[in-house]
């Protein structure tokens, strides 16, 4: 699998670094200032540039579903030159945006099917597979597989993401999760009804008002970033992801 051309930055983290500077030294020199992070962001292999934006928080598809999806983010303030970044972002490179998408979900959808190069510092972007690149902390791009990226995912959905409202199973971290998935495939057992049973055996608090399996298939669906396949441009509809194997549903609560 060769580097694609083309790099697909996370507009996000761009423009709110961009912001949070702007705040404070003023807009005057903004465009050369997001011309240049740019152009730092990007892999020498690639030659071609594509901006990832997220739509809006409220507008995001994972509400649906779990309506406490970084709902805690709203008590903290953008920065006021947010808005202007994305604008400015826009009208100097090619983006792209989605109704009810996250950039995250339009860079996993590139980066699967091959056709761009993943850059951007959130390492919640690994659980696609494809290549990608973080230029605070990587030299080269990296290419991460599709069992290297299932993992992972299997490994967000158990511990879930405390800093977008998700909460996981109790008490697991990345130890627990990595130890449990290992344990499971040492055992030759299947890996999503492993974590859905496991989801079973926890005692659930009664206010969450939704039985063990939509739980856990909640939490599944909000760590997963879209790959190719998961999403219709022409429709603009979203196939949220579904577990390949039955379910006990004598394990719900």
Same mark, same amino acid.
Request: proline fraction near 5%; glycine fraction near 6%.
């Given at each position: 699998m060769n580097i694609p051309k083309l790099a697909i930055l996370d507009g996000d983290i761009i423009a709110y670094r961009a912001a949070f500077w702007a705040d404070v030294e003023?807009? &005057?020199?903004?465009? +050369?200032?997001?011309?240049?992070?740019?152009?730092?962001?990007?892999? &020498?292999e690639c030659s071609d540039t594509l901006v990832a934006l997220s739509c809006k928080r409220k507008d995001n598809f994972r509400k649906d579903f779990w309506s406490n999806y970084k709902e805690h983010r709203n008590a903290t303030a953008s920065p006021d030159s947010l808005g202007y970044c994305k604008e400015l972002l826009s009208e100097l490179f090619d983006s792209i945006e989605e109704p009810r998408l996250e950039a995250d979900d339009l860079m996993g959808i590139y980066v699967s099917r091959g056709d761009a190069l993943g850059v951007t510092i959130d390492k919640d972007l690994r659980t696609i597979p494809g290549y990608h690149w973080n230029p605070d902390k990587e030299?080269?791009?990296?290419?991460?597989? &599709?069992?290297?990226?299932?993992?992972?995912?299997?490994?967000?959905?158990?511990?879930?993401?405390?800093?977008?409202?998700? +909460?996981?199973?109790?008490?697991?971290?990345?130890?627990?999760?990595?130890?449990?998935?290992?344990?499971?495939?040492?055992?030759? &057992?299947?890996i999503i009804e492993a974590i859905f049973d496991k989801y079973a055996d926890e005692e659930r608090p009664e206010e969450l008002d939704m039985n063990t399996k939509d739980f856990a298939l909640a939490m599944a669906r909000c760590v997963r970033i879209l790959r190719d396949g998961e999403y219709d441009f022409e429709s603009q509809t979203i196939n949220l992801w579904e577990p390949i194997v039955g379910y006990n549903d004598s394990k719900e609560s």
């Amino acid at each position: 699998m060769n580097i694609p051309k083309l790099a697909i930055l996370d507009g996000d983290i761009i423009a709110y670094r961009a912001a949070f500077w702007a705040d404070v030294e003023g807009i &005057e020199e903004l465009k +050369p200032r997001l011309k240049q992070d740019v152009k730092n962001w990007m892999p &020498e292999e690639c030659s071609d540039t594509l901006v990832a934006l997220s739509c809006k928080r409220k507008d995001n598809f994972r509400k649906d579903f779990w309506s406490n999806y970084k709902e805690h983010r709203n008590a903290t303030a953008s920065p006021d030159s947010l808005g202007y970044c994305k604008e400015l972002l826009s009208e100097l490179f090619d983006s792209i945006e989605e109704p009810r998408l996250e950039a995250d979900d339009l860079m996993g959808i590139y980066v699967s099917r091959g056709d761009a190069l993943g850059v951007t510092i959130d390492k919640d972007l690994r659980t696609i597979p494809g290549y990608h690149w973080n230029p605070d902390k990587e030299k080269k791009p990296t290419l991460v597989t &599709e069992e290297a990226a299932d993992f992972f995912f299997y490994q967000q959905w158990m511990q879930g993401d405390s800093t977008d409202g998700i +909460p996981g199973l109790w008490r697991v971290g990345p130890k627990k999760a990595i130890k449990f998935l290992n344990n499971v495939i040492e055992n030759d &057992e299947d890996i999503i009804e492993a974590i859905f049973d496991k989801y079973a055996d926890e005692e659930r608090p009664e206010e969450l008002d939704m039985n063990t399996k939509d739980f856990a298939l909640a939490m599944a669906r909000c760590v997963r970033i879209l790959r190719d396949g998961e999403y219709d441009f022409e429709s603009q509809t979203i196939n949220l992801w579904e577990p390949i194997v039955g379910y006990n549903d004598s394990k719900e609560s």
